[in-house]
């Protein structure tokens, strides 16, 4: 009896010894793989940014949904903000100088602040990231008189 006991717990101790390593597995610390999507100073129109706005910062990002051959309201933003086509194409034109750029799926671009300008979607429906350094509950967007919202 004695025997079988020791049998028992001898037994025991092995599967425990076998079970114990893979619940205490420790996590592997290792860098991540980054992509560095866009650093910029200025708008994708080449104006410098020259200030932010005073107060508490405030950030915010927005994953705006553009139907397919949709021209968005004339607007301008109080705030430096930059955006990343996920699906689709956009083009921003900017109203006083009639300039365009296309941006395609996988691009970030730098949007202007203070210019009027606009987004135009292409053939399939624009789906963007957009993200807004602002601060003093100043809007993200501020569309020009006689014009809707932006979103």
Known sequence: MKFARSLVLWALACSLSVIAPTQGHAQETASAHADHLLKADRSWNGKPYTHYPSGQPTLMMIKLTIPPHTALPWHTHPVPNAGYVLQGQLTIQDKAS?????????????????????????????????????????????PLKGEKNEY
Request: net charge negative.
């Open 98 to 142: 009639g300039a365009s750029h296309v941006f395609h799926q996988g691009e970030a671009f730098a949007e202007s602040m203070d210019d009027a300008h606009r987004g135009v979607s292409g053939d399939r429906e624009t789906i963007l990231l957009l993200t807004y350094a602002g601060g003093n509950n100043l809007p993200t967007s501020i």
